[in-house]
């Protein structure tokens, strides 16, 4: 007859409560709309501004590398018109050893303000990475049921490192170039007003073809950076559900969707960096007809006297020079662009609401007896769907809570709330007689423990899982804590015992096994209040054993509220909470809820099937 009541229950998915946070939830894609660029470029500079210094020593080599760079063709002219006006004229090699000290300085100069910008980049990004890693931290539950971890963690990685390598280079590329394009266009108008303009005849086509070129690759750059960042979401979900991926034999499908993402990551990287590959092509083709012009015009106007051959010489240099920082200008744009694009993504996660700020007059509680109370509470993921509703009942100190439903009825929402995953939108819950909205978060979760189907294990030694529930505790406490939970005789007969290096979120040992150091890390963390969501796979009956006994003495002296799916639990407990679609139809110990017709009776005796 329990069967019909705990048959629903069992083989269902494991899941923590962040997990079931997840359900229904819809994977947020990136933004693709037109970004606010300026917003953006103010808040870069906000982090970069704390290196003002550093920065201001990058700004004045910059400034100095790009005058040395106009004195290099104006000094190559300058010799080559001494040397023709023959031994009469200056020492033409004068002019030859400035020109080499030039680009002597020149390289010593690009040096030092390379190493000055790539510690301030890094520094910037190192910041940036602190920044966001403790924002998503802070970020409430809610957050992380709508997105992807690994679409996360790629702003985490692959955006920031576009952040990066833009700081790190193409940032004072950009700058130095303006620099270096504003100083040509002025000597050569001292020079000769006439070859500059004649120069600068193929500057429009030059504006346009990048223009074109730029604005096509911004889009496909954006595209390719959304595009990894779906990819990465792809991978980590998969990976994370490897089990259920072979359970169902969905391998084949996996990596034809895998092949999907990736052939749209291989199209949109491929048409970004083939458009792109244009740009240098286009300047040179524009830059040999700027040449051309200088040679013929600059010629004919030196065979009239107007003009010296060095002045020639210097143009056609500076034309070199003019179409460098045009083409670095081109090239660098859509590093810039993509930079931006990630720098956004990375500010978007850094301007997601953190969990709603604990009230400044609520307080901490040093000891709590585990006194709890609902009272008129209802709760709605989305509005309009109520999926708590008018909830009301109160659990003494050390008292066992049932809650048992039909899949769906509510049974982790109300656990939530209990815990502020997820605020009540009315009624209020109070623990020991204090609204749970004045207590500090911290401090409400500090007296609370979770022993979930699926315990999360970190990567480290079974001792530091356990430890993970008081992070202070001995090695004595820790044992004690395992022996109380059942453990202790299977981690000492691991190798290594204690120092067993837990792998990927404990494979290596069983899921009884994962359970009983859950429990011992919940008797470590010594709650006045505990959750338990009470296994529902099937584990051998000796560890089933274990388990219950563990649990047994954890929740001694406790509030505990227990999911539960087995007639021992629930017949032990102190309450039963029956729900059904989001209300509390029913409350009272085993024998006050079969004494009276209702829900609990008729599944009792094996007349409603819950499902
Ligand atoms: N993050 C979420 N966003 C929107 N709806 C959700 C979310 N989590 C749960 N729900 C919905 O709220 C309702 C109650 O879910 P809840 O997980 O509390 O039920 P449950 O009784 O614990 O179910 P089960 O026994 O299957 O674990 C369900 O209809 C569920 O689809």
Excluded: C
């Excluded at 950009?174 to 303009?197: A, D, E, K, Q, Y």
């Amino acid at each position: 007859m329990w069967e019909a009541l705990s048959e629903p229950f069992r083989y269902r998915r494991p899941k923590t409560l962040v997990e079931e946070a997840d359900r229904g939830a819809t994977v947020k894609r990136p933004k693709q709309k037109a970004k606010d660029w300026r917003a953006t470029l103010r808040r870069i500079w906000h982090y970069l501004s704390h290196r003002k210094g550093r920065l201001s020593l990058v700004l004045l080599m910059v400034l100095l590398s790009s005058a040395l760079t106009l004195l290099g063709p104006y000094l190559i002219g300058r010799a080559i018109d001494h040397y023709l006006e023959g031994p009469g004229g200056k020492p033409w090699l004068l002019f030859l050893g400035g020109l080499v000290a030039v680009y002597v300085l020149s390289s010593v100069v690009s040096w030092l303000q390379n190493i000055w910008m790539i510690s301030i980049a890094q520094e910037t990004v190192y910041r940036m990475r602190v920044d966001l890693f403790g924002h998503l931290h802070k970020l409430p539950i809610p957050f992380f049921a709508k997105r992807q971890r690994g679409e996360l963690m790629s702003r985490m990685t692959n955006d920031m490192d576009n952040v990066s390598s833009t700081l790190n280079s193409s940032a004072i590329q950009i700058f130095s170039s303006v620099l270096i394009l504003v100083g040509t266009v002025i000597v050569m108008l001292l020079l000769s007003p006439l070859l500059t303009l004649l120069t600068f005849l193929v500057v429009p086509l030059m504006a346009i073809g990048m223009r074109w070129i730029t604005r096509r690759t911004g889009v496909l750059f954006k595209e390719r950076q959304r595009n990894l960042g779906e990819l990465n979401g792809y991978i980590e979900e998969t990976l994370s559900g490897q089990r259920i991926v072979k359970a169902f034999s969905q391998e084949e499908r996996v990596i034809r969707e895998f092949e999907d993402r990736n052939l749209r990551i291989k199209l949109s990287g491929f048409w970004a960096q083939a458009i792109s590959g244009f740009i240098p092509k286009v300047m040179n083709g524009l830059n040999n007809l700027s040449f051309a012009i200088i040679a013929g015009i600059g010629g004919i106007l030196a065979i009239r006297g107007a003009i010296t051959v060095g002045v020639i010489v210097i143009f056609v240099e500076y034309a070199r020079q003019f179409t460098r920082p045009l083409n670095d200008l081109a090239n660098q744009w859509n590093t810039l662009l993509s930079a931006i694009a990630g720098a956004e993504r990375v500010f978007e996660i850094l301007d997601e609401d953190v969990e709603a700020k604990d009230e400044a007059a609520s307080r901490s509680l040093d000891s709590v007896q585990g006194a709890v109370a609902f009272s008129n509470v209802s709760f709605s993921y989305n509005p309009g769907e109520q999926t708590l509703k008018d909830i009301t009942f109160e659990a003494r100190p050390g008292e066992t809570i049932a809650i048992i439903g039909p899949t769906g009825a509510g049974k982790t929402s109300l656990i939530q709330l209990l815990s502020r995953f997820y605020e009540a939108d009315s009624g209020t819950i109070t623990v020991d007689g204090h609204e749970i909205t004045s207590i500090r978060r911290e401090s409400l979760r500090s007296h609370m423990a979770f022993v979930l189907q699926d315990s999360f294990l970190f990567e480290g030694t079974i001792r530091e899982n356990i430890r993970y529930g008081k992070l202070d505790a001995t090695d004595e406490q820790v044992e004690a804590a395992a022996k109380l939970a059942n453990a202790h005789s299977f981690i000492v007969r691991l190798p290594g015992g204690y120092d067993k290096i837990l792998q990927g979120d404990g494979s290596g040992i069983s899921q009884g096994q994962k359970q009983l150091l859950a429990i011992a890390r919940a008797i470590l963390a010594d709650p006045a209040i505990l959750v338990l969501d009470e296994a529902t796979s099937s584990i051998d009956t000796v560890t089933e054993i274990k388990i219950q006994e563990g649990l047994q003495r954890l929740m001694e002296g406790r509030t505990s509220f227990v999911i539960a799916h087995r007639l021992n639990t629930i017949r032990r407990a102190d309450q039963i909470l029956v729900l059904k679609d989001g209300r509390l139809l029913e409350r009272g110990s085993h024998e006050e809820l079969l004494a009276k017709p209702g829900l609990y009776s008729e599944l009792f005796h094996g007349n409603v099937q819950l499902s």
